[in-house]
């Protein structure tokens, strides 16, 4: 049994592998804020610290005596890093470096959370790691910076690392109601309740959708193969799906019939966002990951038990 700290541990992703390690007989400390987790979403048998991990004395607290520690927190929202740059910037990179300062006196090995968002607009498709990395947004050079970080944590500090670049994570407990929710959470909660969803442009753009079970299984075997030199690999299908068939799909799961309201295209969108999956899958040893239409089914299930582990069950009105 070994002991990990798990940041944002009361979020989306962090939930889930919380309770996958407790599953396997590990401890659990999760260090969280709060901020966009919930309370209801701790691991039963995790331990909370709530606190800052941009406040170096909170996080040396959580890494204090741990085996290793999966770094999963940040403001995860490319239009917050729009809003408020300096306050993202600070949890994001800032937050980062107190986490892989505070890993330094052990020498704990950290697997943390990227995102495709370092690539901008990918030339290439799939995109493969070593694709030039070109953000279009705050998020994406903060966690290019997280990347950067970790490389200095490797060379100058001895800290083993590994950066996972998630592609589109989907799965229960992504919040369907905050206007920086993911595409498939809000779909999922609309057609659930047979109503409309809202397309943003033609609808033709695609995304590599992940399941979080499969996030899961990648932070796991990511554990052991963090190493100084810093890798950083992507976490994603390598399948693309296109808005509307997506929207098809989910209303096919749910019996509903699908009425499609077209919106003008988001401001700087990314037309087609998909992943070479195979280093991953070589590195990390993956088993095929979860089909799209399973994953669905699992967050329409969900959906359909009233949405256990939100703040506030998906479909009432948020304060
Ligand atoms: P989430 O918002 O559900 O979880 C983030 C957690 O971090 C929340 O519980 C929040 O309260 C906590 N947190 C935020 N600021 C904090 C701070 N200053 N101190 C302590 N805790 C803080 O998001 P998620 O979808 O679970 O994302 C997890 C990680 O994966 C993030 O690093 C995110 O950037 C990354 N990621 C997610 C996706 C996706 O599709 N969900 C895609 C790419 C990358
Ligand atoms: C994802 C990440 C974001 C960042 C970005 C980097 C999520 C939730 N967001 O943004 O954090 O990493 O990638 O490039 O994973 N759409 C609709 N109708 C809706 C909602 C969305 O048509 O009601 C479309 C949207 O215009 C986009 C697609 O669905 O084309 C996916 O949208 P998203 O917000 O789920 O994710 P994305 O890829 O914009």
Avoid at 1 to 16: D, Q, W
Avoid at 158 to 169: A, E, Y
Wanted: charged fraction near 15%; proline fraction near 8%; hydrophobic fraction near 45%.
């Amino acid at each position: 049994m070994a002991r990990f700290c798990v940041t944002g541990g009361c979020g989306f992703i962090g939930s889930h592998l919380s309770a996958a390690l407790i599953a396997r007989g590990h401890s659990v400390r999760v260090l969280d804020d709060l901020s966009t987790g919930s309370r209801a979403n701790l691991a039963p048998g995790a331990a909370l610290l709530r606190g800052d991990i941009a406040d170096p004395a909170d996080a040396r607290a959580a890494m204090d005596g741990v085996d290793g520690c999966f770094h999963l927190a940040a403001i995860a929202s490319v239009e917050r890093g729009v809003q408020d740059w300096p306050g993202t910037h600070r949890v994001n990179l800032s937050g980062t470096v107190a986490i892989l300062d505070a890993a330094r006196a052990h020498r704990v090995p950290v697997v943390y959370a990227s995102s495709a968002a370092v690539y901008g607009d990918g030339p290439v498709l799939p995109i493969p790691e070593d694709a030039p990395t070109r953000p279009l947004s705050a998020y994406g050079a903060d966690k290019l910076g997280c990347e950067q970080h970790a490389r200095v944590a490797g060379a100058v500090h001895g800290i083993p690392t590994l950066g996972l670049r998630f592609f589109n994570v989907f799965g229960p407990r992504q919040d369907p109601r905050s206007p920086y929710s993911g595409v498939i959470s809000i779909f999922c909660d609309r057609l659930v309740r047979g109503n409309a969803v809202e397309v943003f442009g033609d609808g033709e753009q695609t995304r590599d959708f992940v399941y979080v079970g499969d996030v899961v299984a990648a932070l796991l075997a990511a554990m052991p193969a963090a190493s100084t030199a810093a890798p950083v690999l992507n976490l994603c299908t390598g399948q693309p799906t296109s808005v509307r068939a997506l929207a098809a799909t989910v209303a096919a799961l749910c019996g509903t019939p699908l009425t499609l309201n077209h919106r003008p295209p988001r401001a700087g969108e990314i037309r087609h966002s998909l992943g070479a999956p195979d280093r991953a899958r070589e590195a990390l040893g993956l088993a095929t990951p979860t089909s799209l239409r399973d994953g669905l089914a699992e967050v329409v299930a969900w959906l359909k038990a009233g949405s256990p582990g939100l703040a506030v069950p998906a479909g009432e009105p948020s304060v």
